[in-house]
């Protein structure tokens, strides 16, 4: 077979289906491309980014970067883009969290664990995300108590709006008191390092994790609590309306980021599930046989196999979550999509930002994807390296 | 067709000029309606109050009544309104194209639309405006104590525009919750996830009736924009003039307490009636010798007030405190000039 494509390849005589499909989709696309521009020029319009300096004139709900109304639609863009992006990390770990979990779950010998984690599965696999979606955020909206009324769990507060946060005010003349802390972190960096070359040459085993919790958490907490330095912080308190001071961290956001966690962590617990079932049952027989532990035998032999397995999958989920943080616009974060709807409508230049929209959910899209395909091929490479 | 009814209109006009008498044709759009026996309006086809069709199809609301206006004035008759349902966009298309001849719904009068010759904006019949809803337990009572609120508003729409403009020109910080879904914003600003909800003062008063406590609701006074609401016809001096004052005879009407119902006795006792009431109804008036003149029958006045009613009988029969509208007129800027409100009569002589 292999044989019978590379001759064809190779050009013993020209691939005519080929070029034809090929011709005639190049066709299409040109005529469209024409066409718009021949009904665009009729209709008086010329199509143009020019807009993209006018000042935009509406306010966000939350921006990444400071943005007032008076600002230009190309900021509005960025900042609608950054909203995008901050959704789809944030639910990308959730989901990835609560899918990898309720995977493992899944596979347990546990009867009781494994039902929570088929019906779990099968209610978020099969609703409507945007029902999901509404259905969460008038529940938290109802449920949650009004900003007069917030929930105080110490110095941060929790209503219907947001979740308010003390922070620390920044200072530039306080800078270097992140000192210890990039110190504690090149510390933990050599520990790993180091741990790894005992490991190759000695095949002893030394502690890690502890050993970089502590650098990273007790070096600067301690040079904190011994340093004694004023830190002006800015705690959220209530005026006439709603917090003020502090950050915060509005309810849209995290409902939406709920709902993209629950729905895609529902279709990555399967990736998962069928990824640990696909590791042949002699395999693990035979490293217990070999006298490995139960752990190590989940850490050195199967969780390998499982990840290239799982990861091509994992890939059409992340891009499928980028997509969908567009839902967002529903329940009134300013995400890319709603920022561009927004211009659509006041601008009248339905085809200049769409093309812009398009180009940017690809672009991160396109991001995710080969970032993903790196990690499959340097996973591969390494299981080459140790001969599986 | 075209030409050969353009000659027939021109020759006719040329023998009425000639003759030296008053021409019997009025104007293309008035001959096409009189020939026709029937006047072509075009309405929303799904607004509250506004126009929506009842249980037999026929449109009933505020804008369906100035279509019945001006088929009470120029037939004699509000039911030979051909009242239909259509989309916006379209709507300005079919009157340009002269598959209509009027439209009664909710367009706003602006420069650039005014300024297109297919079209003719006649009378205003609501002057509508963005405006504020809040709970009345927020105990805030003007728009200028709304400073640091959070407002929510639909996503997309001019109001996010409006808002923006308005607070930044009054100094005043504010939260926008853009939601583009209508269930989700209603949630939002009924549990208290905003303190204002942002929108055109009818739709304020057409939401707030889905409130499980309507009452709990106030809109306040201030109107941050401006939607005057207006009749477009298609351009025809004559039936431009037959719209324009059969609406101004609905607002004198209103002056004067004239309404449907005891309009026949106010006839039946014009002498005792005061001078205005009198140049529109009497038998001799002032609206007869307008009524020469446009091509009118001579009772046109009489009709358009037996059969649609005055301008507030309209306002309150479709969205006033009595409807679930429950918009109260003199709160609006829809109320009488004497009440301060915009509804300027002018004088029918």
Known sequence: MMQDFRSQIDGKRPDWLGIGVVGLVLAGVGVLIVNIFVNMQAAGMTPGYGFLAQTAGFDLSESLIPYTAGDSYGRVIVAGLLNTILLAVVSLMLATFVGVMMGLVSVTPSPAGRMVATLYVELFRNLPKILVLLVLYVLAVRGLPPSREALSLGPVYLSNRSIYIPTIVPDAGQVWLLAPLAASALAAVWWVRRARRIKAATGRESPVAIIVIALLLCVPLGFALLADVPLEISAPSFERFDYEGGARLSVQFLVVMLTLGLYHGAQIAEVVRGGILAVPSGQVEGALALGLSRGHVTRFVVLPQVLRIVIPPMINQFVNLIKNTSIAIAVGYSDLMSVSGTIINQTFRPLEMMLVTMGLYLGLSLIASTLMNRLNDTLRSRGARRGS | ?349
């Open chain 2, 1 to 349: 067709m075209t030409i050969f009814k353009t000659l027939i209109s021109l020759s006719t006009s040329a023998i009425a000029i000639a003759v030296g008498i008053a021409p019997a044709t009025a104007g293309p759009v008035m001959d096409d309606i009189k020939a026709k026996g029937s006047l072509v309006c075009l309405v929303s086809p799904t607004a509250p109050g506004f126009s929506v069709p009842d249980s037999k199809g026929v449109f009933q609301g505020f804008n369906a009544d100035f279509c019945r206006m001006a088929a009470a004035a120029i037939l004699g008759d509000a039911s030979k309104a051909d009242i239909r349902g259509v989309g916006f966009s379209d709507s300005m298309k079919t009157i340009v194209a002269g598959e209509a001849h009027m439209g009664s719904r909710s367009i706003t009068r602006t420069g650039t639309r005014d300024a297109d010759e297919g079209l003719a904006f006649v009378a205003t019949t609501f002057f509508d405006g963005q405006g504020f809803m809040v709970p009345s337990a927020l105990g805030v009572s003007h728009a200028l104590e709304l400073d640091g609120a959070s407002v929510c508003a639909e996503d997309g729409s001019t109001t996010l525009l409006n808002i923006a403009d308005w607070f930044g020109a009054k100094g005043m910080s504010y939260r926008v919750e853009n939601i583009a879904d209508k269930t989700a914003r209603l949630e939002a600003f009924f549990s208290g996830k905003c303190d204002v909800y942002a929108s055109d003062v009818t739709a304020l008063s057409a939401d707030r009736q889905l409130a499980s406590a309507p009452g709990d609701y106030i809109i306040l006074p201030e109107i941050i924009s401006n939607e005057p609401l207006t009749l477009v016809a298609r351009p025809d001096q004559a039936f431009e003039a037959a719209l324009f004052w059969s609406f101004q005879v609905m607002l004198n009407a209103d002056s004067h307490g004239v309404t449907s119902a005891n309009i026949d006795a106010i006839v039946a006792d014009l002498g005792q009636q005061s001078p205005t009431v009198q140049r529109m109804f009497g038998a001799d008036a002032a609206t007869t010798d307008m009524a020469a003149k446009l091509g009118l029958p001579n009772d046109w006045a009489y009709q358009v007030i037996k059969q649609v009613g005055s301008y507030g009988e309209v306002f309150d029969r479709h969205l006033g405190t009595d409807t679930p509208f429950g918009l109260d007129r003199a709160k609006t800027p829809n109320a009488h000039a004497a009440d301060g409100g915009l509804m300027y009569p002018f004088p029918i002589r």
